[in-house]
């Protein structure tokens, strides 16, 4: 599975992104999805998941009610919208995939299976 994340840039305080990751090399409804996030100096945290049918979603506490997490089987792509950026959501954001019937959990960002580059989001006062 090969995994590519885009969107994320320099944007301030108090506004939004929305990043994109698209699937290729895999069947994307067999596979839950998920957002990570690596900040300067720190180890990589979960951020949010989506099982296949993109109706169930599982979000951290630092990111709960201003992140949304989605998905669009058709495009074979996940999303993640990003809302009321705080100086702390300043990472390394990398998408992930985890095959449905897989160890771990997902929902809670544990035995992810593919990877993606990650895009840096830099959120300046």
């Known amino acids: 599975v090969q995994l590519q994340a885009s969107g994320g840039g320099l944007v301030q305080v108090g506004g939004s992104l929305r990043l994109s990751c698209v699937a290729s090399?895999?069947?994307?409804?067999?596979?839950?999805m998920g957002w990570f996030r690596q900040a300067p100096g720190k180890e990589r945290e979960f951020v949010a998941a989506?099982?296949?049918?993109?109706?169930?979603?599982y979000y951290s506490d630092s990111v709960k009610g201003r992140f949304t997490i989605s998905r669009d089987n058709a495009k074979n792509t996940v999303y993640l919208q990003m809302n009321s950026l705080n100086s702390e959501d300043t990472a390394v954001y990398y998408c992930?995939?985890?095959?449905?019937?897989?160890?771990?959990?997902?929902?809670?960002?544990?035995?992810?299976?593919?990877w993606g580059q990650g895009t840096l989001v830099t959120v300046s006062s």
């Open positions: 090399g895999r069947t994307f409804r067999m596979l839950h």
């Open positions: 992930a995939a985890h095959d449905i019937g897989s160890g771990g959990d997902y929902s809670t960002g544990i035995g992810y299976d593919y």
């Open positions: 989506v099982e296949w049918r993109g109706v169930v979603t």
